[in-house]
């Protein structure tokens, strides 16, 4: 059974930094892209950020790029997302996404299992 | 960047109706489009890609169409479990993976 676990949510004051991880389980971590998706309270998905299989390609969205980093271990079937310089509209759920096999269209970033979120509250 | 609307952006039909939601892309993205479902409380999953491919273990009434610029998710006979929001998503080319705004769905 597929398992995203995530962890490391929490409080912060803006300007401070968090490092969200999630955990994998149930599949060949390194044969899948993996992405950080959000979601603002009462808001719609938004995507934050996707790292291929090997780290070769990593993405961006306009909102975050400059202070979030993404990045992943394969060895221990790890996403991280280390988030600096937050701000009050960084403020939601981060789920952590598992996107398709290598084998599929190359450069195709949909999410087909979703782990259960960390809350990130970006307040003073 | 590519941006996506979704219309409507809410709707209320009975039980048995067919539901029809579009989705629309300002360029033309092939048929790398992923719909996704939100029921209210729970994590997304996901319904379709490649516009019209069903995930497995998705009910067959749902079903998805279209190409380049204009897709459609279909509910053939509306549940009560399928009150949710209903998300398209571009997932091909250049970033950002942008989901369009969302359409719920309730029960009339």
């Known amino acids: 059974e597929v398992q995203l676990v995530e962890s490391g949510g929490g409080l912060v004051r803006p300007g401070g930094s968090l490092r969200l991880s999630c955990s994998a389980s149930?599949?060949?971590?390194?044969?899948?892209?993996m992405s950080w998706v959000r979601q603002a309270p009462g808001k719609g998905l938004e995507w934050v950020s996707t790292c291929s299989t090997n780290s070769n390609y990593i993405y961006y969205g306009d909102s975050v790029k400059g202070r979030f980093t993404i990045s992943r271990d394969n060895a221990n079937k790890s996403l991280y997302l280390q988030m600096d310089s937050l701000r009050a509209d960084d403020t939601a759920v981060y789920y952590c996404?598992?996107?398709?096999?290598?084998?599929?269209?190359?450069?195709?970033?949909?999410?087909?299992?979703w782990g259960q979120g960390a809350l990130v509250t970006v307040s003073s | 960047d590519i941006q996506m609307t979704q219309s409507p952006s809410s709707l209320s039909a009975s039980v048995g109706d067919r539901v029809t939601i579009t989705c629309r892309a300002s360029l033309g993205i092939s048929n790398y489009l992923a719909w996704y479902q939100q029921k209210p409380g729970k994590v997304p999953k996901l319904l379709i890609y490649g516009a019209s491919t069903l995930q497995s273990g998705v009910p067959s009434r749902f079903s998805g169409g279209g190409s380049g610029t204009d897709f459609t998710l279909t509910i053939s006979s509306l549940q009560p479990e399928d009150v949710a929001t209903y998300y398209c998503?571009?997932?091909?080319?250049?970033?950002?993976?942008?989901f369009g705004p969302g359409t719920k769905v309730d029960i009339k």
């Open positions: 998503q571009k997932y091909n080319g250049d970033p950002p993976f942008t």
């Open positions: 149930g599949f060949t971590f390194s044969s899948h892209s």
């Open positions: 996404t598992r996107g398709p096999h290598y084998t599929y269209v190359w450069g195709s970033y949909f999410f087909d299992y």
